[in-house]
Every structure is written in C-alpha cells, then in structure tokens.
C-alpha cells in the first residue's frame, strides 16, 4: 500500500520538479551518519568453510554497512591469531581461562561523533572472544544504542547479548541478530535479507534520525502544497520533509509531520 502512494506521490513530485525551477524529485535533505559498524573476525581456517580470505563477521559487518550507510571499523588484535582452527582452538580456551583482554592495534577516532553502534563478533566457546571484552571496556558507550551481531555455527547469540548489557549498563543494547557463519560467507543474498528483516522490524531509521527538528504550520502548508503540485516561488530543496527516510516526500511525511506538529505544537521536538 505504501508502495503504491509513494509511487503516486512520486509522479506528483515530478510535476513539481517541473513547477519549482531547481526542486529535486528526490529529496535531498543532508542526514548525518551516526552509525559505526565495529566487528571483530577473524579469516583463515574456520568450521564448517574452509580456509577463507575474509571472515563470516567481517562479510556480515559489511552488508550491514551497505544497508545503513554506517562506518566500518574492524577490532585488530596487535597478536595475529593462528591460522590453523585446531590452533585456534587452542588460543581461545587460553584466552578464557585467563580471562584475558587481548590487546587491540586500532582505535576509532571520532567515538563521540556515533549514537547507533552495531558490534559484531563470532562466538566462541558459547561466549564472544575475549577481545569483545577488551574493545567494550575500551570505549565510553554510555547513552549510545548497541546493536549486538555475531555469527556462529549452531548456538546463535549464546547469551552474550545479556553479557553486553551488563557490561555496558548505561547503553540502549538491544537485542540484535545473529547469522549462520557458512550464510554469511556462501549465500550474501540470504544474510541481506536477514539484515534488511531486521532494520525493517526494528524500525531503524527512527534510530538515526535523532536530531531535533521544528515544523511549523507553515511547513505543513508547503509540504501540503508541495504534494499538490501547487506553484510556488519557494525553494523548498533543503527542507527536512523527508520524515520516514526513504528517500521521497509523500503523503506519509505529511501525515508524520502532521503528528509530530500536533505532539509538539509546534515546539522542538524528535523527528521521526
Ligand atoms: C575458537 C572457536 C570457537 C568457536 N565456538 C563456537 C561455539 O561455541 N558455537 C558456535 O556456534 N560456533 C562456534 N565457532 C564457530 C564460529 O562462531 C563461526 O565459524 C563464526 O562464523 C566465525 O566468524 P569469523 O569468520 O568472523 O571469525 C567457533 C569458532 C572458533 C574459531
């Protein structure tokens, strides 16, 4: 249903492209890009798919980049891990019998500048590996939106959703996702779809839109008239109309507008 609108509010939009010299039938309202996509993988020998270039965690953290428009950044332990899995077996029973916070080569840089962070990890031994541990106690995640991610053969998010709240007690972790390691190396499109189910349910560009933003009766009028194709000498390219993201104005934003005009009266309030 959705769909057909905003087709019919594209066409409208068309027209208006043609009335409002300039007016660009996309919306081009300037979002700033608060999502950091941070993973830890690990390539070589693996279960279950052999010797790979590129880990399962890595290939996942990326669709999600693709699909958000987030910033990757991958966790590089300063201690290479084995390339053989027997050998890495090995490493990480060690690394949890010493509860050990292997140390990490990179940092992010700008940490402050990101409000939605999806972690991603593989489990290993039921748990994440203990350089999960490190890079969470390494950063300040307070106020900031976790999104856990991993992949794994069999025992899906172990529980380590629990341990990131705990360990990151003031954060919104929610409740995150999780993707069969084999998917995500050998079938992308599968895990796409897994990522894109769970940006759709969880509504996520609400996540991201979270500046504040006023709309007056005036923008109502000139969103309204905008839709109308009524002509106007008003440039109204910058505008945030684009409420639901999604990359067109329509009767939704409208309707949105609407709601957050009545909630606020007007006043500063969240975009949706
Ligand atoms: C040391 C180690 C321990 C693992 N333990 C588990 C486990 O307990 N449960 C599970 O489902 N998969 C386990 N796996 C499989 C990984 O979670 C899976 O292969 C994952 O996709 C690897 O991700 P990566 O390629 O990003 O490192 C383990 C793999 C390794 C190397």
Same mark, same amino acid.
């Given at each position: 249903?959705?769909?057909?609108?905003?087709?019919?509010?594209?066409?409208?939009? @068309?027209?208006?492209?043609?009335?409002?010299?300039?007016?660009?039938?996309?919306?081009?309202?300037?979002?700033?890009?608060?999502?950091?996509?941070?993973?830890?993988?690990?390539?070589?020998?693996?279960?279950?798919?052999?010797?790979?270039?590129?880990?399962?965690?890595?290939?996942?953290?990326?669709?999600?980049?693709?699909?958000?428009?987030?910033?990757?950044?991958?966790?590089?332990?300063?201690? =290479?891990?084995?390339?053989?899995?027997?050998?890495?077996?090995?490493?990480?029973?060690?690394?949890?019998?010493? $509860?050990?916070?292997?140390?990490?080569?990179?940092?992010?840089?700008?940490?402050?500048?990101?409000?939605?962070?999806?972690?991603?990890? =593989?489990?290993?031994?039921?748990?994440?590996?203990?350089?999960?541990?490190?890079? *969470?106690?390494?950063?300040?995640?307070?106020?900031?939106?976790?999104?856990?991610?991993?992949?794994?053969?069999?025992?899906?998010?172990?529980?380590?959703?629990?341990?990131?709240?705990?360990?990151?007690?003031?954060?919104?972790? *929610?409740?995150?996702?999780?993707?069969?390691?084999?998917?995500?190396?050998?079938?992308?499109?599968?895990?796409?779809?897994?990522?894109?189910?769970?940006?759709?349910? $969880?509504?996520? @560009?609400?996540?991201?839109?979270?500046?504040?933003?006023?709309?007056?009766?005036?923008?109502?009028?000139? *969103?309204?008239?905008?839709?109308?194709?009524?002509?106007?000498?008003?440039?109204?390219? $910058?505008?945030?109309?684009?409420?639901?993201?999604?990359?067109?104005?329509?009767?939704?934003?409208?309707?949105?507008?609407?709601?957050?005009?009545? @909630?606020?009266?007007?006043?500063?309030?969240?975009?949706?």
């Amino acid at each position: 249903m959705k769909k057909i609108f905003s087709l019919i509010c594209a066409g409208m939009m @068309s027209v208006c492209s043609m009335t409002f010299s300039g007016q660009a039938v996309i919306a081009e309202t300037e979002e700033k890009n608060n999502v950091l996509v941070a993973c830890f993988s690990r390539n070589g020998e693996n279960y279950n798919v052999g010797v790979i270039e590129k880990g399962n965690t890595e290939l996942l953290a990326e669709i999600i980049s693709e699909e958000t428009g987030g910033e990757l950044f991958n966790i590089v332990p300063v201690v =290479p891990y084995p390339e053989s899995y027997d050998e890495m077996l090995t490493v990480a029973t060690q690394e949890r019998t010493d $509860n050990a916070r292997p140390a990490i080569q990179n940092t992010i840089e700008n940490f402050d500048d990101y409000d939605v962070i999806f972690v991603g990890y =593989p489990i290993w031994w039921g748990d994440m590996p203990m350089i999960m541990y490190n890079f *969470l106690e390494s950063y300040d995640f307070s106020g900031k939106t976790i999104i856990p991610f991993n992949t794994h053969e069999g025992s899906g998010q172990a529980g380590t959703v629990v341990e990131i709240r705990e360990l990151c007690p003031d954060s919104n972790v *929610l409740d995150g996702f999780s993707v069969r390691g084999s998917v995500a190396q050998n079938d992308g499109e599968s895990a796409r779809t897994i990522v894109q189910n769970w940006l759709d349910s $969880n509504n996520f @560009s609400s996540l991201i839109q979270s500046e504040s933003v006023t709309y007056t009766v005036q923008d109502i009028h000139d *969103l309204q008239d905008f839709l109308l194709a009524k002509p106007t000498e008003k440039d109204l390219k $910058n505008k945030p109309y684009d409420l639901d993201n999604d990359g067109v104005w329509s009767v939704f934003d409208l309707c949105l507008m609407k709601r957050v005009f009545s @909630s606020s009266a007007g006043s500063r309030c969240d975009k949706f």
